[in-house]
């Protein structure tokens, strides 16, 4: 029912933000590489509106009503031998299909600390947290202190989430390409990737149509992740790229990924 409703929320959001609209031709044009059919664009808008209605029920049902709902995982051998070997596991989700079930499916296999990002209304900050820090399910705050706490529960053979495709403050990413164009991009991830044993996996959370639940899929990176900071970076972005275009309707294209921070040169330019 959130589903059939969420559709329709997302075109009537279609309908009244212009800027929405503009976002996500922007955005989806560049990754296909031609101008998007309107089909396509209101496939976006629908995945949208069902993003927005589910994420709630998401953080406020009971867990094992939400990890009920996940009727497929491809790949889910990848995260249980990486656990059976002791190794510690950094998961890569972008913000494509249901991301939110990524953490919880993966804490079924023991502990997991996921970066935690406060929405700009305080007033979700609690639900949000709450939602997400469930069970084996740690959440870290998205500076310094989160940051130690990341790298010491990888260093201690245990699980990090993150989405590697937020758009970084100052001081916290590097020019990469994203969709042929420069996209400010967060160097955390990368840098994750660097620790000692670490393993990496992709992972995504695929919304069935008509409300029949969720389909996991995890994979190792089709490249490895490797070299320099700036080379792991664009690792990282193309990874991504790899699984949005497996479900390009899902993918978040109203997100504002190609912003320039304050303080921030553009893409080439030397800093002052």
């Not at 031998?81 to 079924?108: I, K, N, W």
């Not at 790298?151 to 100052?170: F, I, T």
């Amino acid at each position: 029912m959130l589903h059939l409703i969420g559709g329709w929320v997302g075109r009537v959001f279609w309908l009244l933000s212009a800027a929405f609209r503009d976002e996500v031709r922007r955005n989806l044009g560049r990754a296909l590489g031609h101008e998007p059919s309107r089909q396509q664009l209101l496939r976006v808008a629908e995945e949208t509106g069902r993003q927005m209605l589910e994420l709630p029920w998401v953080w406020l049902r009971p867990q094992e009503e939400v990890l009920s709902r996940i009727v497929q995982v491809e790949g889910g051998e990848l995260l249980a031998q990486a656990r059976q070997d002791g190794a510690s596991v950094l998961l890569l989700t972008p913000h494509l299909g249901c991301f939110e079930m990524c953490a919880q499916y993966c804490s079924t296999h023991g502990p997991i600390t996921v970066l935690f990002r406060p929405p700009r209304k305080a007033s979700l900050a609690p639900i949000m947290e709450a939602g997400r820090a469930r069970g084996n399910v740690q959440v870290a705050p998205a500076d310094v202190s989160g940051v130690r706490r990341l790298v010491k529960a990888l260093r201690s053979g245990e699980m990090v989430g993150m989405l590697p495709d937020q758009a970084p403050k100052q001081g916290e990413g590097v020019w990469a390409p994203f969709f042929g164009k420069p996209a400010w991009t967060m160097t955390l991830a990368a840098r994750l990737s660097e620790v000692k044993g670490v393993r990496v996996i992709m992972i995504w959370a695929e919304r069935l149509p008509r409300g029949r639940g969720y389909a996991l899929h995890l994979s190792e990176p089709v490249a490895p992740i490797e070299g320099d900071l700036e080379a792991r970076c664009v690792a990282v972005n193309r990874e991504i790229e790899q699984l949005i275009m497996r479900c390009p309707e899902q993918y978040l294209w109203g997100y504002k990924r190609y912003k320039r921070p304050s303080g921030v040169p553009e893409p080439g330019a030397e800093a002052e």
